[in-house]
């Protein structure tokens, strides 16, 4: 069983920079792929990026760049830094865990967050 937090949304300018983090707790979160995905109203959860328990990242092709994923094992947590922000980055942020392998696929991972508000608006 993992648990997820997350925290650090909010809300910024257009341009701006935000960090969230994802602390889990449970004996595998530390050597499970962990991963952000984001969503809003309109659209279905969309995958951010992941990162396995050896550092190895994906990130979504449209966010190279701007967003970097990295974990902390010992701290039990990964960060997601998110820079450059726009607007339409306006979205519900979760973590997820569970995966054994590099995924962007949400059916891979069994266990989510309650999810954190990041707002991008001027």
């Known amino acids: 069983q993992v648990q997820l937090v997350e925290s650090g949304g909010g809300s910024v300018r257009p341009g701006g920079s935000l960090r969230l983090s994802c602390e889990g707790s449970?004996?595998?979160?530390?050597?499970?792929?962990v991963g952000w995905f984001r969503q809003t109203p309109e659209k279905e959860r969309e995958f951010v990026a992941s990162i396995m328990s050896d550092g190895s990242t994906v990130l979504a092709d449209s966010l190279v760049g701007r967003f970097t994923i990295s974990r902390d094992n010992a701290k039990s947590t990964v960060t997601l830094q998110m820079n450059n922000l726009k607007p339409e980055d306006t979205a519900v942020y979760y973590c997820a865990a569970g995966s054994p392998y590099p995924s962007s696929r949400r059916a891979d991972f069994g266990y989510w967050g309650q999810g954190t508000q990041v707002t991008v608006s001027s």
């Open positions: 449970g004996r595998t979160f530390t050597t499970t792929t």
